[in-house]
């Protein structure tokens, strides 16, 4: 009889809330009587575009790179991202004394990759429908000496994504679901590893645009399915492939993945502005966009959802909100 160990574990997420303690934000958890009553269900909504850098991606960052070699650290840290992990290494990067490179795709948004520049970090753009941004990074880290710091293919990552998801149970106690966004799947791993530790019972739903279903159809197939690199308003969630650590997370512990289309999304996030005064980015809007247009099944009766993060800038989220991109 073999027994296989999991990459990352309640205490290893645990151990990272530790870590984060001070540095990251304690990110509240938002009700509103309006979501539950066109929902039919009581919905905890946890905030992460109030994180820093507006995004989930800051706890995974921080948590990797602080354990880095003082001679690792000193060498400096690279990583590949379309905005949000971008920013959040080039800040922990800043927190902690060394320098970030960061490979960002040419059409990722405006907003995201000043802000990367502005934590003090040195952009490398390429292609992201013809370009490896893989290979790119590890061939700069290669070059340079630097240590990669991968968006969800790592352990450190994934258990640092996690402790959302553990601050949002210690709040709101046992809930019936959790609904997260799908990308790389290293937040959906983590919040996944800590919610069916905590509570055997819980569903765990990730939420997938249409046009990137590669975690839906994997989990179908029982492998890692490929799609075409999707065209979706959800940039955070652009990915053709799930993680190989995330997927083997996931494919244990997350019970069904629900899609949602560009205009359901849009509608979430003008929901989320002019019902709860938040701003969400398309990708941080999705779970949402699921419970607002039905796309659940078997809706219980608490939910907890973790909005992932609010970066958009005014001009591209007024456009949005009226219909287009």
Known sequence: MTTTTPPVTLDDVRDAAARLKGVAHRTPVLRSRTLDALVGAEVHLKCENFQRVGAFKFRGAYHTASRLTPRQLARGVVAYSSGNHAQAVALAARELGTTAVIVMPEDAPAS???ATAGYGAEIVTYDRYTGDRVALAEALAAERGLTVIPPYEHPHVIAGQGTAALELLEETG???????PVGGGGLIAGSATVAKGLHPGIRVIGVEPEAGDDTKRSLEAGRRVSVPVPRTIADGQALPTPGELTFSVNRRLVDGVALVGDDEIRAAMRFAFERLKIVVEPSGATPLAALLSGRVERLPR?????????NVDADRFARLCAGGD
């Open 174 to 180: 046992e809930l019936d679901a959790l609904l997260a």
């Open 302 to 310: 608490r939910i907890g959802v973790i909005v992932s993060g609010g």
């Open 112 to 114: 995201k990759r000043a």
